[in-house]
T-cell receptor, first 112, second 113 residues
Framework: KNQVEQSPQSLIILEGKNCTLQ??????????LRWYKQDTGRGPVSLTI?????NTKSNGRYTATLDADTKQSSLHITASQLSDSASYIC???????????FGTGTRLTVIP | EAGVAQSPRYKIIEKRQSVAFWCNPI?????LYWYQQILGQGPKLLIQ????????DSQLPKDRFSAERLKGVDSTLKIQPAKLEDSAVYLC???????????FGSGTRLTVV
C-alpha cells in the first residue's frame, strides 16, 4: 500500500534552534518527493523537490535529504525563526502526476 | 508570475445549502487540481483536469460535488447539498505539465453548520 508517514506529529522548539523532520514512504514506483510548508489557513508552498538521484537539496535555511534505498527523507531547518511556525508536508509522487501521496504533516511551533 | 487565485477565502453555510468555489490557475498551466483538506489531514485529490478535460475524478463524491473547467482556464467546484463533514479547506493547484511542479492557491475554508 502506498503510504507516506511523517514524524513527529508536532514539535515545539526555541527560536534560533535547529530541528529535523522525518518522512518515510512506501510509494512505488517513486518519481519525486516534495516538501511543502503550509501556514495555517493557507495553501502549501513548495520548499524542495527531489528526484531519485538527488541526495540533498537546500533552499535557504531548509535542507532536504533523500535516501531512496531506505525510502526516507528529512527536512532540516537551521536557525529557526518565528515565521517557520507552520505545518510541513511531505508529498511523494508515483509515476503520473495524479499519483500524489501526502503525509499528514508535522506541525512546527517556534517560540521566542 | 501571479499565483493560483481562489475565492472566496472563507465561507460559512448551513447544511443542505449549496456553495461554489472558484479557481484561476497560473497563466498557461494546463493541469488543474482540486483537493479537499480536512483539519489535521493531508490534502485529498477530488478532481484533476487537463485543459478542459477530466483526467481523474475517482474520489469526487459525484452525488453532491461537481466541477467544471469549461474553457480550460478557470474552474469552479460546487457542493450541493452540503453536509457537516464537508467542512474543510478546498485547495486548487495547477501545473504546467503532468508531473510538473505544483503551485497551490491559498484555499477556501468551508465551514458547514
Amino acid at each position: 500500500k502506498n503510504q507516506v508517514e511523517q514524524s513527529p506529529q508536532s514539535l515545539i522548539i526555541l527560536e534560533g534552534k535547529n530541528c529535523t523532520l522525518q518522512c518515510n514512504y512506501t510509494v512505488s514506483p517513486f518519481s519525486n518527493l516534495r516538501w511543502y510548508k503550509q501556514d495555517t489557513g493557507r495553501g502549501p508552498v513548495s520548499l524542495t523537490i527531489m528526484t531519485f538521484s538527488e541526495n540533498t537539496k537546500s533552499n535557504g535555511r531548509y535542507t532536504a535529504t533523500l535516501d531512496a534505498d531506505t525510502k526516507q527523507s528529512s527536512l532540516h531547518i537551521t536557525a529557526s525563526q518565528l515565521s517557520d511556525s507552520a505545518s510541513y508536508i511531505c508529498v511523494v509522487s508515483a509515476g503520473g502526476a495524479n499519483n500524489l501521496f501526502f503525509g499528514t504533516g508535522t506541525r512546527l511551533t517556534v517560540i521566542p | 508570475e501571479a499565483g493560483v487565485a481562489q475565492s472566496p477565502r472563507y465561507k460559512i453555510i448551513e447544511k443542505r445549502q449549496s456553495v461554489a468555489f472558484w479557481c484561476n490557475p497560473i497563466s498557461g498551466h494546463a493541469t488543474l487540481y482540486w483537493y479537499q483538506q480536512i483539519l489535521g489531514q493531508g490534502p485529498k485529490l477530488l478532481i484533476q483536469f487537463q485543459n478542459n478535460g477530466v483526467v481523474d475524478d475517482s474520489q469526487l463524491p459525484k452525488d453532491r460535488f461537481s466541477a467544471e473547467r469549461l474553457k480550460g482556464v478557470d474552474s469552479t467546484l460546487k457542493i450541493q447539498p452540503a453536509k457537516l463533514e464537508d467542512s474543510a479547506v478546498y485547495l486548487c493547484a495547477s501545473s504546467a505539465t503532468l508531473g510538473g511542479g505544483y503551485t497551490f492557491g491559498s484555499g477556501t475554508r468551508l465551514t458547514v453548520v
